[in-house]
């Protein structure tokens, strides 16, 4: 079974940081597209970044493109979430899901795994003065 957790969020001030976690149980990520989504109080869910497991590219939605970046340990076990010069507008529950498949990561691809992803638990940023 396809198992994930997403662990990391906190309180934090404007301008800091955080790194979210998300490991993966039964499996790695080698074969497959990780992606971070995120839901604000009152807002739709929308996808943050992708990373792609057979080609290791990344995908940024704008609002984050240079504050964010995802990666992966060396084992392809866990996908990190590092986030720098944090807004109040980032606070929301962080998810990450994931699809087995070779794309390269886009946007097309982070839709594709709002659909049909499997999926973690979230867990709560707050970015707060």
């Known amino acids: 079974d396809v198992q994930l957790q997403a662990s990391g969020g906190g309180l934090v001030q404007p301008g800091g940081s955080l790194r979210l976690s998300c490991t993966a149980s039964g499996f790695t990520f080698d074969d497959y597209v990780i992606g971070w989504f995120r839901r604000a109080p009152g807002k739709e869910r929308e996808g943050v970044a992708c990373?792609?497991?057979?080609?290791?590219?990344?995908y940024y939605i704008e609002s984050v493109e240079g504050r964010f970046t995802i990666f992966t340990d060396s084992d392809k076990k866990t996908v990190y979430l590092q986030m720098h010069s944090l807004k109040p507008e980032d606070t929301a529950v962080y998810y990450c899901a994931a699809g087995r498949a070779d794309y390269s990561a886009n946007y097309y691809v982070l839709r594709w795994l709002a659909d049909f992803g499997s999926w973690g638990q979230g867990t709560q940023v707050t970015v707060s003065s």
């Open positions: 990373i792609s497991g057979v080609h290791g590219s990344t």
